[in-house]
């Protein structure tokens, strides 16, 4: 991460780089080696050295690892190499423990019982079918696997085993898998790929709306539109928090995090003056829990994204959520009350 390097020799650091936004180009990692002897002699010394030549946008690496003068081994990467890697060893990251997390933890204890997954899809029908119909309810739930259907598809795109889609009454589905992502670009996909297949689906009902006038499609494209926009605040661990942190852990230096700082200053200010009260404050908490984490961004084995992967992922982001809120403005303004009732969440 901006060229922070720890080079590790049977499980001991023998050579360190910092970080620093600067640190690209040659460098080369110089250390000793003692081997020892059978009898009382003095045991041999080796000198190694293991020569680094590093671009972070694009990202490419070439090495070379010399003992004295004789090249020992030597080799590239690139993205596609970092993204199909297993960490060796990452550094362990203190975590606050939280209500969130330990419900995380819970399903993934639970999670390796098929039955699990029958009785929550029965819970959450249940759980819908008291807020809603029973025929909402089905067509909530088939959205719901279709937003983490989406998270599936860009998980089997990076070549990771899944394990399935959990549905959890009230909060939504979780799509599991045991692998770990290696590079920041795989989690803005994997994240934001839900909400996207959310929007088709969102999409789809207002069409069939149009063609039948049947209230019902343009009620499940608006409280579809609604769930997978809470999916985007930036908030972990919903899908926008991944996509933002992912974002702004990936500028190297201050002005990217007084670009990431405006850029949410900005989206409060339109929040709050388009009347998306709640929007607008969870934008701010989500925001801020970014901020104060950027400090820690060199401790994670992740590939940062390079400038153009950061104003892709940004522009994607914004033209989804856009196009989510444009849905539930739409619906909002045919009188109906109960079309109206997810934009007056949002203003609440």
């Known amino acids: ?63 070379r690892l010399l003992q004295e003068q004789n090249v020992l081994t030597e080799g590239s990467r690139n993205t596609k190499d970092i993204e199909q890697q297993v960490p060796v060893k990452t550094i362990e990251v203190k975590r606050k423990v939280s209500m969130v997390g330990l419900a995380s933890l819970g399903f993934k204890l639970l999670k390796s019982a098929k039955v699990i997954k029958v009785v929550l899809a029965g819970a959450s029908i249940a759980a819908y079918s008291w807020l809603f119909s029973f025929q909402f309810a089905l067509a909530l739930i088939a959205c719901l696997v279709f937003h983490e259907y989406g998270h599936i598809k860009a998980m089997k795109h990076f070549g990771m085993k899944t394990k399935g889609i959990y549905l959890i009454p009230f909060m939504g589905g979780l799509a599991m898998s045991d692998e770990k992502i290696n590079t920041r670009w795989q989690d803005v996909v994997i994240s934001i790929m839900g909400p996207c297949f959310g929007l088709i689906m969102s999409v789809v009902a207002l069409i069939a709306y149009w063609i039948t006038g049947e209230a019902f499609f343009a009620g499940l494209a608006a409280f579809n539109a609604l769930l997978n926009l809470f999916n985007l605040l930036p908030i972990l661990p919903l899908d926008g928090g991944h996509i933002l942190k992912s974002i702004s852990f990936s500028m190297n230096s201050k002005a990217g995090l007084i670009a990431c700082i405006a850029g949410a200053a900005i989206g409060v200010y339109l929040s709050y003056s388009l009347g998306l009260a709640l929007l607008g404050f969870m934008l701010l908490i989500g925001s801020a829990e970014i901020v104060f984490e950027w400090k820690t961004r060199h401790q994670s084995h992740l590939l940062p994204l390079d400038r153009y992967g950061q104003i892709f992922s940004a522009a994607w982001y914004f033209l989804t959520v856009g196009a989510l809120i444009a849905i539930i403005w739409y619906l909002a303004a045919s009188g109906d009350e109960i079309l109206a009732l997810p934009l007056k969440i949002l203003q609440s």
């Open 1 to 63: 991460m901006a060229g922070w390097q720890q080079l590790f020799w049977g499980g001991t650091v023998v050579a360190v780089k910092h970080a620093s936004a600067d640190n690209q180009g040659p460098y080369t990692h110089t250390f000793e080696l003692t081997t020892p002897v059978a009898d009382e002699g003095e045991p041999n010394t080796i000198n190694i050295s293991l020569e680094i030549d590093l671009t972070w946008q694009p990202f490419s690496l070439s090495y």
